[in-house]
């Protein structure tokens, strides 16, 4: 599932930095992307939550250093409540 979850999130990076090229891996950092500032974090934050179904609270988005951080949270919750959250993605 880590898989899928890492494919939608480069899905979604790509569209939001308007660069198929970007490649999406646990150690990326916003420093190491141009364009990364903190209204393009709340947009990938908030096209994460509607494609995956989930809610990233305000204090979870803050302990986000890195994609891995963001990666292991969506799978965490997605693991969670399959249920709930895992008919809603698709990659």
């Known amino acids: 599932m880590k898989d899928r979850i890492e494919?939608?999130?480069t899905e979604i990076f790509r569209?939001?930095?308007e660069d198929d090229t970007l490649v999406v891996h646990r150690?990326?950092?916003a420093r190491q992307v141009e364009g990364?500032?903190?209204l393009t974090h709340v947009r990938l934050l908030l096209t994460a939550e509607r494609k995956f179904g989930v809610r990233i609270s305000a204090a979870e988005a803050g302990q986000l250093k890195r994609v891995g951080d963001l990666l292991?949270?969506?799978h965490a919750k997605?693991?969670?409540s399959p249920r709930r959250y895992g008919s809603n993605?698709?990659?």
């Open 78 to 80: 997605i693991e969670k």
């Open 15 to 17: 569209d939001v930095f």
């Open 27 to 29: 150690d990326l950092t």
């Open 89 to 91: 993605f698709s990659v």
């Open 72 to 74: 292991d949270l969506l």
């Open 36 to 38: 990364w500032d903190s």
């Open 7 to 9: 494919a939608g999130l």
